[in-house]
C-alpha cells in the first residue's frame, strides 16, 4: 500500500510537490528534508526501474558537495574513485589532461544507479513519502499562489496541494510542456549518430577514462569500479543493440583506442547493452509561476564530457537554495533569480559538451578539412597548457 493510502489521505498538502524521482527529484527531496522543508516525489515507474537505469557516472565537485549536504556521501566517499585526470587519444596517439594539476580539483567515478540507490535509502529511512507507478500527472495553477497537483494511481484519481512544483521529471515528462507555447523557447541541436554502451564484470582497460577520436569513428573507455567496465562506441542512429555481438563490439572498440591499448583489453560478456541518441538541448525560461525546471526536464546535453547528471545538480543547488531562502528568510530573491541563474550555467556545459562531442567524433558530413582541423585542435590540446586548464576547468565543473 501506498505511503499516502496509508495516511488515509486521497487528497494532501505538502510544500514542494516534486514531479520525477530520478536524481534530481531524489536530491532536491533529500536536500530540502535537511532543512526541515516538506516535499512529495511523485515516479511513473517503480523504484527497481529507476535503479536499473545505467547512466552517468562521473560527479562533478559540486555534486560530490550537494551529496555530503544532503548527508548521503558516506558510501560514495568509501567506493568511489576519485580521478585526477583523463586521457585523450587520436590514432594511436594519446596525452592526459591532468585535472587536479591544472584546478586543484578532481572528479569522482560513482554511479548514477548508485546516487540514486544512496538518495532512495535515505528518503525512506527518513519517511519520505514518494508514490511510484503515478500517471496521468497534471500540474494545474502552476502561475496562480496555489498550485496543485493531480495523477492517479491504479486508477485512483488523487491531489496534492502545495506552495511550489519542482519539475524533475526528464526530458518525456509533462512537466516541460505545462510551461505554455508563447512562454516557452526550445534550442536544440541533434546528432547524426548514437553511442552503442555496453557494461561487463571485466576490469577497466586503464584506471582514468580514455576519450578516443578515431578514423572509425569516437569511442569512450569508462568505469565503475575496479570490476565493472562501462565502454561506448559511436554508432549509426539506424543500428539496434540486437546487430552488435558482444564480439563484435570488443573488436570495434580495439580498432579505435591506441594499440597499446587495444592490446591489453579484457574482454567478457556484456551485462547490459544500450544505445543512446545524442541531443543538446534547452528550454527557457526554466520557471513558470510556482512551477521550476530541474535536469533533464529543462535541458540535455551529449554525454561527451559527462555534463548531464552534473548539469542537473546545479539546477538542485539553485533551487533549493532559493526555496531555503523563500522559507528561512521570506526572501522571493533565489527564487526569482532561479531561472536566469540556473541557465548561465547550463548553456555553459552544453558549450562544453558540443565542443567536446565535435572534438572527437566522425560526422557523415565531415570533410577531410574539418578531420584535419580536428587533428589540430587536438595536437592544441595536447601541447598547450593553457588548453588543457580551459578543458580541465569545465570537465571538473564550473563553480555553482
Ligand atoms: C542512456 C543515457 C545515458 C546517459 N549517460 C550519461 C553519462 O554517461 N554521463 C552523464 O553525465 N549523463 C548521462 N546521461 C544523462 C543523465 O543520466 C541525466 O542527465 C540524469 O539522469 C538527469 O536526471 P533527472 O533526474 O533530471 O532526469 P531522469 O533521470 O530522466 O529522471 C526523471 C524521472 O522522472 C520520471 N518521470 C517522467 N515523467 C514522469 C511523470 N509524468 N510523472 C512522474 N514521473 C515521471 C522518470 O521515470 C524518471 O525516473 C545519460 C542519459 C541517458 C538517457
Redesign the pocket.
Known sequence: MCILCRMGAHSMKTQVAI?????????LSQLLHVRGIDSVV????TKD??LG??????LERGMLDLMREAGVADRMEKEGHAHDGTLISYGDEMFRVDFTEHTGHAVMVYG?TEV?RDLYEAREAAGGAIEFN????VINDADSDAPFVS?TVVGQARRIDCDFVAG????????RNTIPDDVRREYEKVYPFG?L?ILSETPPVNPELIYANSDRGFALC?MRNENLS?Y?IQCSLSDSPNDWSDTAFWNELKRRIPTDQADKLVTGPSIEK???PLRSFVTEPMRWGRLFL?????H??P?T????????AS?VHYLYNGLRDFYENNSTAGIDSYSQKALARVWKAERFSWWFSSLLHRYPDQTTFDHRIQVAELEFLRASKAAQKAMAENYVGLPY
Open positions: 514531479i520525477g524521482g530520478g536524481p534530481s527529484g531524489l536530491l511523485l515516479e511513473r515507474k526501474y529507476v537505469r545505467i547512466r552517468a557516472g562521473v548514477q540514486t503515478v500517471e496521468d500527472v495523477y524533475c521529471d526528464g526530458f518525456h515528462g509533462v512537466s553511442w554502451g569508462s562501462r561506448y544500450s544505445i543512446a530541474c535536469g533533464d526536464a529543462a540535455i546535453v554525454p564530457g559527462a555534463k548531464g547528471l552534473n548539469t542537473a539546477d
